[in-house]
């Protein structure tokens, strides 16, 4: 399903554009982004414009391009994963064009997670706008899915044949191919936890609530970090490192948002906020305050949204709030160790360290 004639070279020089801007180091996390979305929309929309027709609409809507009716909107959420990739590779050579490639392979594999990720939560809502399934329907999600991912790899495939980057383009699909693999253990595990109690000896560990979420959320952001390095020139312990480096900010980024799936502004995050509670999620927020007050799991297993303020006021209260926070504050400071070991250039390394404080401070 994905191009294998004319296209190519459509593809292999929408991902190798002439650069307009490269983010700059010193400047606030969201000009970052902003200029990254800048240099990455190109690139993404012919990958979407490369589709055939039937599946067109639903890669456009999953990747943020399109909404449920197929029209076009200025979305892809933040690219906060193709920001990371393109300052990475900035941290091993000045062309940001090695960058780009690798950003869109990972806004592609991360709209390839969401758009399953979505089918198995049952969310019908993505980014203010309908979730694939609920505006395709469940058979062309999973299918959509799948040619994310197709669409992924084929894009590390044109940019090593068009770099002549044998060793670059190889790094880079292992580390795409491993998160892929970490990713759905990820969502085993999630899935494994649901029915699991809150308190007993089946109760669900904070240490494995880690684990599932360096696979779930770390391993798709590690990615992007390693691919960007790669592509960009760094050895292979410096690409390790940043594999680490983004596990670690993916629980980090994981604790906020569980922080958000309680306590966040709907019409922000564009999510609702019980969905978490509704399906008994074991989250962090909620680990940490069952913890603290046990008598809290009844009242979680007996939730209803109705019931949502006053509920969220006890979690708050038993400390659940302030435990995401420390959460993601911990594994922040564990991933700037990792970026450490990593060692890009200086202007490379603080923007990763403002996409770091913006992981902290982010509300959506």
């Known amino acids: 399903m994905v191009p294998m004639n004319g296209a190519e070279n459509a593809l292999a020089e929408a991902v190798v554009p002439t650069p307009r801007a490269v983010p700059g180091a010193g400047v606030p996390a969201e000009r970052i982004l902003a200029e990254t979305r800048e240099l990455t929309r190109p690139a993404l929309r012919q990958a979407v414009a490369d589709c055939p027709e039937s599946c067109a609409r639903p890669v456009g ?49 991360h709209a390839y997670t969401l758009t399953h990720d979505d089918v198995m939560d049952g969310d019908r809502w993505r980014r203010g ?19 994310l991912y197709a669409l992924a790899q084929h894009t590390l495939a044109q940019h090593t044949l068009a770099r002549r980057d044998a060793a670059g383009g190889a790094a880079a699909a292992r580390y795409l191919s491993r998160a892929a693999v970490d990713v759905t253990y990820g969502q085993a595990q999630d899935l494994a936890m649901e029915p699991r109690p809150f308190l007993g000896p089946e109760a669900v560990s904070v240490d494995e609530y880690r684990e599932m979420t360096a696979n779930k959320t770390g391993s798709v952001i590690g990615a992007a970090l390693a691919i960007g390095g790669a592509l960009g020139g760094a050895g292979a312990e410096q690409t390790d490192a940043l594999w680490q480096a983004g596990r670690h900010l993916g629980v980090a980024f994981q604790a906020v948002d569980d922080q958000l799936g309680i306590w966040g502004e709907p019409s922000v995050t564009g999510k609702p906020v019980d969905s978490d509670l509704a399906r008994r999620k074991k989250t962090i927020p909620v680990l940490a305050a069952v913890g603290s007050r046990p008598e809290l799991a009844e009242a979680i297993e007996r939730f209803q949204p109705a019931g949502l303020p006053e509920l969220a006021r006890a979690l708050a209260d038993a400390g659940g709030h302030a435990a995401a926070r420390d959460e993601a504050a911990a594994q922040l400071d564990q991933a700037r160790r990792m970026l450490d070991r990593a060692a890009p250039r200086p202007a490379a390394r603080a923007r990763l360290d403002a996409l770091i404080d913006f992981t902290a401070a982010r509300t959506a």
């Open 61 to 109: 809507l999953a990747v943020g391009l399109l909404d449920g009716d197929g029209n076009p909107v200025d979305g892809g959420g933040k690219m906060f994963r193709a920001a990371l990739a393109l300052a990475a590779a900035l941290g091993y050579r000045d062309d940001p064009r090695p960058g780009v490639a690798g950003a869109v392979a990972v806004e592609l594999l």
């Open 129 to 147: 706008q309908p979730s694939v399934w609920a505006a395709h329907g469940l058979n062309v999600a999973i299918l959509t899915g799948d040619v």
